[in-house]
């Protein structure tokens, strides 16, 4: 049948099975790739289908044969050879799922490229189109190879590996901290540690440190939790990391007591997203810190919660806005923001309840006055998660993540 299928331009599947009690062949049915319709295997309310694309056409092709009890002769009962769509012989193979495949040597490529690089498929598409100039590969099939070759790392006892490895390093290296909780099921909640050069890092540039969370780096979806010292050369550091089960205030507190355990400083001015969980724990453990949220964070927020309803006035809203932010004396920011609630009542309530209460860690009229060497966003760690995100997936282990740190971390002393 597959021959048949090849020689007039459709590709044959096999469909309904019947037996004999002995186990030999009693009915078979063929058909069309494109026979049948998609039915949805979910609830039975429509409304929660999700739709989605089929090659299920409803193609008529069909053919049955019978092979009688005690009988070696096969017998075609019924045949129908219309198709609702046009036969293309010559593309049968190339296109078909069926027949598509991808030569040896190319596997034996990615193979290399995937163990050995742990490329992503954009770059390995470019790397094999250079090198096998005629090669046509699907990329859903290039995929399914890419994941077939992905070096499988051992999760069994993933937590207490990464832990055997930092108390290693602390037992060769006393100057390291290690801290960890766990819940009453021994699964690790919370995670914190720092070298002794990250130690001597915070201790000379505390001045000014940048904190973000960023998730999607494990299988466990464990925030990892960065801090960021900027040097004498104007480079990132990262000073700490931390992983953690939540965003709460209590898990923000105990990573903020950490730090102030293992370096008895603070720094002069914290810089975070405005993470109402975060400046809670800030106000709590950072006592003499001087707290700074991320005005990129804020300009992201505010269509959210304004646009909607300014409609046509969020141009003008948005430039009086940061004109009011912007301003370099205390008295002309209270002028300002007075003229911007009554000039737009309507987003009164967000800018009071929000903005306001939060003012002297984003108006410029107060952040002026402390030290912050010209940071007013999170960006040098949102740099720093978007480069350890390219190495690595949703689906790596604690270990994996670790070892992701130690490049970055040795990259930064070269």
């Not at 096999?14 to 062949?25: A, Q, T, V, W, Y």
């Not at 909780?181 to 001597?200: C, G, H, K, P, V």
């Not at 810190?289 to 304004?306: A, D, G, Q, W």
């Amino acid at each position: 049948m597959e021959a048949y299928g090849k020689k007039y331009g459709f590709t044959t599947i096999k469909k309904r099975l019947m037996r004999h009690e002995d186990g030999s062949i009693k009915h078979r049915s063929f058909g069309c790739e494109f026979s049948d319709r998609y039915r949805p295997q979910k609830q039975i309310d429509i409304n929660n289908h999700r739709d989605r694309k089929s090659k299920r056409q409803q193609c008529l092709w069909n053919v049955n044969f019978n092979c009688p009890t005690n009988s070696r002769t096969i017998t075609l009962t019924s045949f129908n050879d219309s198709h609702n769509y046009a036969l293309f012989p010559a593309d049968t193979e190339k296109y078909s799922s069926k027949y598509r495949y991808i030569p040896d040597n190319v596997l034996e490529e990615v193979q290399f490229l995937t163990k050995h690089g742990n490329l992503p498929i954009t770059i390995q598409r470019k790397l094999l189109r250079a090198k096998f100039l005629t090669l046509s590969v699907l990329d859903c099939d290039l995929t399914n190879a890419i994941q077939r070759y992905k070096v499988k790392s051992d999760i069994t006892h993933d937590a207490s590996h990464l832990l055997k490895e930092l108390f290693q390093r602390k037992s060769n290296d006393p100057g390291w901290f290690v801290k960890f909780q766990l819940d009453q099921e021994n699964r690790l909640t919370r995670l914190f540690w720092m070298s002794l050069m990250q130690i001597a890092l915070w201790l000379e540039y505390y001045d000014v440190i940048l904190n973000d969370n960023t998730a999607k780096t494990n299988r466990y979806n464990m925030p990892l939790s960065l801090f960021i010292a900027v040097d004498n050369n104007t480079r990132s550091r990262i000073v700490a990391q931390a992983l953690v089960s939540d965003e709460t205030t209590e898990s923000y507190k105990w990573i903020l007591e950490c730090t102030k355990k293992v370096t008895e400083t603070e720094p002069l001015t914290f810089v975070t997203d405005a993470d109402p969980a975060a400046d809670a724990a800030i106000g709590q453990i950072y006592e003499m810190t001087y707290p700074i949220h991320c005005i990129f964070h804020i300009s992201e927020n505010l269509p959210k919660n304004t646009k909607s309803k300014l409609s046509d006035q969020y141009d003008n809203f948005v430039r009086d806005f940061y004109l009011c932010r912007n301003s370099l004396c205390e008295e002309l920011f209270y002028e300002r923001w007075s003229k911007l609630i009554e000039k737009y009542p309507n987003v009164k309530d967000y800018l009071e309840r929000t903005l306001y209460p939060s003012r002297q860690a984003w108006a410029r009229a107060f952040t002026s006055k402390t030290f912050i060497a010209g940071i007013q966003t999170t960006s040098r760690v949102e740099g720093y998660n978007n480069i350890i995100k390219r190495e690595i997936t949703s689906n790596n282990t604690l270990c994996d993540l670790a070892n992701i740190l130690d490049t970055r971390l040795e990259h930064e002393v070269q």
